[in-house]
């Protein structure tokens, strides 16, 4: 048993999907499982559909035929005749998409407004994989990933219920994967009430890990636009070059530091149960790629991680007194209260700094419980974070920032060095 992902830029349209199945047909699929995500750009269209139901803005029903109408345009390209099997499971999609738009529903808690329309994504772009390749006569059998991922009800970053999901996919997987190549959705999982749960932003490469561990796969690939993990981004890196293989723990830093390649919580799984990760280019799918393994094969060069759109928050005592432990516990516990993660922080007498995303609806909330605990808080935004990964390694060391760029906080932390920066005009 294999495990294939495939991200959205790899089916963002008709020739995409045809290359997923050119892929497939020729690397024998009998036993592999395949999870998809989103199609191109959706999970963002789907988003601009949640803006406007929570907002009522009165333009949601125009979002959701963005939604549509990209989706309509594909399956014209792919299937010659709409009487196929299998298409009116895609209008059914739709129209239970559009339904739960519409429907009366609590307005106040964002969270699970956004998880129950984000994944119609991944359903809708798997039934149409599903559809072309059986219209192609590669037979497949399509599963819904929330019959089998069962996670708590911590919307937009659920926690994986590990028993119970090893239960089900044991009991109720294993048999059609030995039989089948099975489409399913990344992303997705199924909280305590039986609703919709994500398990973060890119969260697909985790799904593709909770399958492969569980169903002990012998390897898991990730196909991606890009020849493997790169030390840095090439879009904003100029000589970025190819790491053809990183061990497990490398490959953890990186994607704790922002490396997007791999999803934070995938190489967990995959290094407790040995399974190899295969990180290869869906444009190039005879070229090797990235392996993450046991080999013990350190990192050669440095690697520059760059995530924008960050807020840094400082925190203080209204009297100026010292930030103690007692003062860190509430800190902390708030963080964890609100579901916010630091990617940077830093203590000093009188300040305790914490770097973490700019996302809507996300940090509001934590100022205002850090204020009500007795705490001043400033937010500073329009910030990025520039991490440099085993800065030892052969890389331009000299790091360039732009002119009118200044250094608000810097980290060393031995094998990795910390910049945050104002965003560049």
Same mark, same amino acid.
């Given at each position: 048993?294999?495990?294939?992902?495939?991200?959205?830029?790899?089916?963002?349209?008709?020739?995409?999907?045809?290359?997923?199945?050119?892929?497939?047909?020729?690397?024998?699929?009998?036993?592999?499982?395949?999870?998809?995500?989103?199609?191109?750009?959706?999970?963002?269209?789907?988003?601009?559909?949640?803006?406007?139901?929570?907002?009522?803005?009165?333009?949601?029903?125009?979002?959701?035929?963005?939604?549509?109408?990209?989706?309509?345009?594909?399956?014209?390209?792919?299937?010659?005749?709409?009487?196929?099997?299998?298409?009116?499971?895609?209008?059914?999609?739709?129209?239970?998409?559009?339904?739960?738009?519409?429907?009366?529903?609590?307005?106040?808690?964002?969270?699970?407004?956004?998880?129950?329309?984000?994944?119609?994504?991944?359903?809708?772009?798997?039934?149409?994989?599903?559809?072309?390749?059986?219209?192609?006569?590669?037979?497949?059998?399509?599963?819904?990933?929330?019959?089998?991922?069962?996670?708590?009800?911590?919307?937009?970053?659920? !926690?994986? *219920?590990?028993?119970?999901?090893?239960?089900?996919?044991?009991? @109720? $997987?294993?048999? /059609?994967?030995? =039989?089948?190549?099975?489409?399913?959705?990344?992303?997705?999982?199924?909280?305590?009430?039986?609703?919709?749960?994500?398990?973060?932003?890119?969260?697909?490469?985790?799904?593709?890990?909770?399958?492969?561990?569980?169903?002990?796969?012998?390897?898991?690939?990730?196909?991606?636009?890009?020849?493997?993990?790169?030390?840095?981004?090439?879009?904003?890196?100029?000589?970025?070059?190819?790491?053809?293989?990183?061990?497990?723990?490398?490959?953890?830093?990186?994607?704790?530091?922002?490396?997007?390649?791999?999803?934070?919580?995938?190489?967990?799984?995959?290094?407790?149960?040995?399974?190899?990760?295969?990180?290869?280019?869906?444009?190039?799918?005879?070229?090797?790629?990235?392996?993450?393994?046991?080999?013990?094969? !350190?990192? *050669?060069?440095?690697?520059?991680?760059?995530?924008?759109?960050? @807020? $840094?928050?400082? /925190?203080?005592? =209204?009297?100026?007194?010292?930030?103690?432990?007692?003062?860190?516990?509430?800190?902390?516990?708030?963080?964890?209260?609100?579901?916010?993660?630091?990617?940077?922080?830093?203590?000093?007498?009188?300040?305790?700094?914490?770097?973490?995303?700019?996302?809507?609806?996300?940090?509001?909330?934590?100022?205002?419980?850090?204020?009500?605990?007795?705490?001043?808080?400033?937010?500073?935004?329009?910030?990025?974070?520039?991490?440099?990964?085993?800065?030892?390694?052969?890389?331009?060391?000299?790091?360039?920032?732009?002119?009118?760029?200044?250094?608000?906080?810097?980290?060393?932390?031995?094998?990795?060095?910390?910049?945050?920066?104002?965003?560049?005009?």
């Amino acid at each position: 048993m294999r495990i294939f992902k495939f991200g959205g830029a790899s089916i963002k349209d008709a020739a995409g999907v045809k290359n997923v199945a050119s892929i497939l047909t020729k690397d024998d699929s009998n036993d592999v499982l395949v999870v998809i995500s989103a199609m191109g750009k959706t999970t963002n269209a789907l988003e601009s559909v949640i803006h406007h139901r929570y907002h009522n803005t009165g333009e949601v029903q125009t979002a959701l035929q963005v939604v549509f109408d990209y989706h309509n345009g594909i399956l014209a390209e792919l299937l010659e005749s709409s009487n196929l099997f299998g298409v009116s499971d895609i209008k059914n999609l739709y129209l239970e998409l559009e339904n739960f738009v519409d429907s009366p529903s609590a307005q106040d808690d964002y969270d699970f407004l956004y998880d129950q329309i984000i994944g119609y994504g991944e359903l809708i772009a798997t039934k149409i994989v599903s559809t072309y390749l059986l219209s192609q006569g590669i037979e497949n059998q399509w599963i819904d990933a929330r019959n089998f991922i069962i996670t708590d009800s911590r919307h937009r970053d659920a !926690r994986v *219920q590990w028993k119970e999901t090893e239960k089900v996919i044991k009991s @109720l $997987l294993v048999p /059609i994967a030995k =039989k089948n190549l099975v489409i399913t959705q990344g992303f997705i999982g199924r909280g305590n009430g039986g609703e919709t749960t994500t398990l973060g932003r890119e969260g697909s490469d985790y799904s593709a890990a909770i399958f492969g561990s569980v169903l002990g796969a012998e390897s898991i690939t990730i196909w991606k636009d890009v020849a493997g993990v790169m030390n840095a981004d090439p879009k904003k890196f100029d000589n970025a070059v190819l790491i053809p293989t990183l061990t497990y723990n490398d490959a953890i830093e990186l994607a704790y530091y922002g490396a997007s390649v791999i999803h934070p919580k995938t190489i967990q799984p995959l290094k407790a149960n040995h399974i190899p990760l295969f990180v290869r280019s869906f444009l190039n799918p005879t070229a090797p790629g990235t392996k993450v393994s046991d080999e013990n094969s !350190r990192i *050669q060069v440095a690697c520059k991680i760059h995530k924008d759109n960050q @807020l $840094l928050l400082e /925190i203080s005592t =209204k009297d100026f007194t010292f930030i103690a432990e007692d003062h860190l516990k509430q800190i902390f516990q708030a963080l964890s209260e609100n579901k916010v993660r630091c990617n940077l922080m830093q203590n000093s007498a009188i300040v305790f700094r914490c770097v973490i995303d700019n996302k809507e609806n996300k940090h509001n909330p934590l100022v205002m419980a850090l204020e009500q605990l007795g705490l001043e808080v400033s937010v500073h935004n329009d910030l990025e974070l520039l991490s440099i990964y085993h800065p030892e390694g052969e890389f331009d060391s000299a790091i360039h920032f732009a002119s009118n760029q200044k250094i608000v906080l810097q980290q060393n932390m031995g094998n990795s060095i910390h910049y945050l920066l104002t965003t560049a005009i």
